[in-house]
């Protein structure tokens, strides 16, 4: 007589999708996105991160099962790092293979960070299929190794080259459904006042203590604010607006970041994969500002998938930031200039990533 677990039907384990992901927003959100999608194709989700309060915060209001296994990655530990690293392993292979027992996937995804190392390996050790998705221009080093295990690979960007040619599929990025109804509306200022800045999911110090000392600049050429900033500097940056007189709304996370796109007029922030499919769909002028020590230079490079276009102009930390930030924000606000960046053509990109990605997932399912 077959026990309940062999009795289990064919058809609801094939509707069973494992999704890894961690790190920051530029991994967590597109894998909220497409358990979204999976989940409206009747897929039981679950969901398997690292532990960290951000994962949390995207995922608390799912309905999806979360998991966590706790796992550093390899970049610059240095050698108590590496120890750590090797101390914790054999425990979170443990508790991986013991993921998978419990909810006994029939397709793994893995949506970026150290996450997904572990999950992409095991499913293919027991012959699972399974799906990687590249965000960045220029692969990653967890993608470059998992692309080896992995059965398909999405990207991004078209560009993107240094993946298993026969395994890569151009899906685009997933992008939120409140965003993507931006990008149908078209937005004709009449003035050039609104300005959002974002530092990304977490914010950015560097951003963040720049306009802290070019806000009278910006009060003095009448531009309104919204900015994300980094939690601990909320109180401090409320108060510096207020104090210059500057119009400005600042928060730590947003929550509506299609209306916050939609009250824009122009854009500054960091360069990561996410962000950057966002500017280019709801086609704002932006100033991209890459954060400096991201791997390989990933954000130069996805930045200039848009500047290249001369869709967004680039501004590097280092000497002299506040005063060429500030010479970039003053060129934006003529008119002729600000038009002319708006009607150009930048790179096509879909639409409808998250539903691509979903197509491909459920394929490999009922080969």
């Not at 992995?150 to 560009?159: I, Q």
């Not at 309104?224 to 730590?252: I, N, T, W």
């Not at 500017?279 to 996805?302: E, S, Y």
Request: hydrophobic share 40%.
């Amino acid at each position: 007589m077959l026990s309940e677990a062999e009795s289990e039907t064919v058809e609801s384990r094939a509707r069973r999708v494992l999704i890894a992901a961690s790190g920051s927003g530029g991994h967590l959100m597109p894998a909220r996105y497409l358990a979204d999608v999976l989940a409206r194709r009747g897929y039981e989700v679950h969901f398997v991160g690292s532990g960290r309060r951000l994962e949390e915060d995207i995922f608390r209001a799912s309905p999806y099962a979360t998991h966590s296994i706790s796992l550093s990655g390899l970049n610059n530990l240095g050698l108590k790092g590496w120890i750590r690293f090797l101390l914790k392993f054999p425990g979170a292979l443990f508790n991986t293979l013991r993921l998978f027992s419990k909810v006994r996937p029939t397709v793994v995804v893995g949506v970026g960070g150290y996450a997904s190392v572990l999950p992409i390996l095991v499913a293919s050790l027991k012959g699972v299929p399974s799906w990687i998705h590249e965000a960045e221009l220029s692969a990653g080093n967890a993608n470059r190794f998992l692309s080896r295990f992995a059965t398909k690979v999405s990207v991004a960007f078209a560009e993107t080259r240094d993946l298993p040619e026969q395994k890569i599929v151009f899906t685009g990025h997933p992008i939120r459904h409140d965003v993507l109804e931006v990008a149908r509306e078209e937005k004709f200022p009449k003035g050039i006042k609104n300005l959002l800045v974002i530092g990304g999911s977490q914010g950015a110090k560097a951003i963040d203590d720049v306009f802290f000392e070019i806000a009278p600049q910006l009060r003095e050429r009448s531009l309104e604010l919204f900015h994300q900033c980094r939690p601990e500097h909320l109180d401090r940056l409320k108060h510096r607006y207020r104090e210059v007189g500057l119009e400005a709304r600042v928060e730590s996370f947003i929550h509506e970041l299609g209306e916050a796109y939609r009250w824009a007029d122009v854009i500054v922030c960091r360069a990561g994969a996410g962000t950057v499919m966002e500017v280019a769909t709801v086609n704002r002028p932006a100033i991209f500002v890459p954060f400096p020590f991201a791997q390989g230079q990933h954000q130069h490079r996805n930045a200039e998938t848009l500047s290249s276009q001369g869709k967004a102009y680039v501004v590097e930390e280092g000497d002299a930031f506040q005063e060429r930030l500030l010479e970039q924000i003053t060129r934006l606000l003529d008119p002729e200039e600000y038009q002319q960046m708006v009607e150009r053509k930048g790179p096509e990109r879909p639409l409808n990533a998250a539903e691509r990605i979903a197509d491909g997932i459920e394929s490999l399912v009922e080969a």
